[in-house]
């Protein structure tokens, strides 16, 4: 799991910013999964780590490809379970590293 996460996290250098839902969005809770409930953003940032986790070959992650799948796959759940809408918003300034 470090191996295939490792360049990503110490690969950059700035800041991110990310916040559970854009403005005028609640945060949903409810999401199920083997540890217990816990809300849709929390779940689905668990869920995307330990998929990129065990990725074969040579994907990498990167945070725009992070950042943007947290955000699809957190709104497709709260859609389809919650019948609402929670899009996660995120602002980067991000510099990779050589």
Not at 46 to 67: A, I, R
Not at 76 to 84: L, M, T
Request: charged share 15%; with cysteine.
């Amino acid at each position: 799991m470090a191996k295939a996460l490792q360049g990503w996290w110490l690969g950059y250098s700035g800041d991110v910013i990310v916040s559970a839902a854009s403005p005028g969005q609640l945060a949903q809770g409810g999401f199920e999964c083997e540890e217990g409930e816990m809300d849709y953003f929390t779940g689905t940032l668990c869920m995307l780590m330990d998929n990129y986790s065990t990725m074969p070959g040579k994907f990498t992650v990167t945070w725009q490809k992070f950042l943007s799948d947290l955000s699809y796959w957190t709104n497709y759940h709260v859609r389809i379970e919650q019948n609402e809408e929670q899009t996660p918003y995120f602002k980067t300034n991000l510099n990779k590293l050589n």
